[in-house]
């Protein structure tokens, strides 16, 4: 079935990405005005005939979460009602992702009720990349194509050339991607047992693996506030760890995580850019090393208006 042509729109939470995937696929992004009112509403407002076109929006719900969300509901409401083929959301970062189920009385399911809204507003098809729980594409009625970074992190971490190498999980959820990143670099695996206190700060208890001596990168989805990346690395140190490195997909990097991170033997914060880096000391921190994962978005959203096998990827 003919989608039409392939167009190409972007929110403002990352326009520096969008351009880079525009540059990758030979397209030029979409013309549109996206405006706030005085009181901080969104004003969208498409200025080309978009209909029975292929429209594919970038706009990963990073902070500000909210403003970002409502305006990614704003814009596919607008390419709705000018009668787009197909609306493709293209969410590099979900947010509200961790909010995942109840564990504990009388909270919501954050995920669940932002995929309510994507389907609400008009999405026939969402875009991500690296879930924080994988089944969170279950909470959707409609397609969901899940990316993972490993291919362009595992790229980059082969070529530093490090012997003796482990890859560690900061906390036992994600023991199974760490292993997944061990296996492909031929690497040792190490997991760090970790038990949060009530008020939702991380204790490290021990680690479990022999990494005295060793290259440690520890791997995980998200830094946030960098507590448990940090006191992990520290775990690490203190094990007789050699060398230090920290990797993760979605650098959120908010609140103490840029003093944390400078003040933490790591010698290196490896993230992807599918949330832009936010503020001087990020864009100006010797120690981030963020890589580009445009051209696998790109490839991605070739694959899905040309019909094609997303999976193959990955392969």
């Known amino acids: 079935m003919s989608r ?17 995937i525009a540059e990758f696929l030979g397209v030029p ?8 009112f005085p009181d901080t509403e969104c004003s969208f407002q498409i200025d080309e005939n978009i209909r029975g076109t292929d429209v594919f929006i970038i706009q990963p719900t990073c902070a500000d979460v909210d403003r970002n969300l ?9 390419f709705r009602r000018s009668s787009a083929s197909r609306i493709t959301a293209v969410v590099p970062y979900y947010g509200y992702a961790r909010q995942d189920r109840k564990d504990k009385p009388r909270v919501p399911i954050s995920a669940k009720l932002v995929a309510n809204l994507l389907s609400a507003a008009g999405t026939n098809r969402v875009l991500t990349m690296d879930l924080h729980k994988a089944q969170i594409q279950g909470f959707f009625d409609i397609p969901v194509d899940h990316l993972f970074a490993a291919p362009v992190i595992i790229d980059y971490c082969s070529r530093l050339n490090i012997p003796d190498l482990t890859i560690v999980s900061p906390d036992a959820g994600g023991a199974e991607r760490a292993r997944a990143y061990a296996k492909r670099l031929g690497a ?22 022999d990494v005295s001596g060793r290259t440690c990168i520890l791997q995980d989805d998200i830094i946030d506030t960098a507590g448990t990346i940090v006191k992990a690395a520290n775990a690490l140190k203190a094990n007789g760890a050699g060398r230090v490195f920290a990797c993760a ?27 832009p880096l936010l503020g001087e000391r990020a864009k ?10 445009a051209r696998l978005l790109g490839q991605a959203i070739r694959s899905i208006h040309e019909e094609t096998s997303v999976s193959s990827l990955f392969v």
């Not at 039409?4 to 880079?20: N, R």
């Open 70 to 78: 409502i305006e990614l509901c704003v814009m596919i409401d607008a």
């Open 188 to 209: 040792d695996l190490a997991i760090v047992d970790k038990r949060r206190s009530d008020d939702g700060t991380a204790e490290v208890m021990n680690v479990i693996g």
């Open 29 to 36: 992004i979409g013309h549109a005005r996206l405006q706030r």
């Open 284 to 293: 100006c921190c010797p120690k981030i090393r963020q890589l580009s994962v």
């Open 249 to 275: 997909v979605h650098g959120v990097l908010s609140g103490p995580a840029m003093e944390r991170l400078e003040a933490a033997p790591i010698e290196q914060v490896i993230i992807t850019n599918t949330i």
């Open 4 to 20: 039409g042509q392939l167009k190409l729109f972007s929110g403002s939470a990352h326009p520096a990405l969008t351009a880079e």
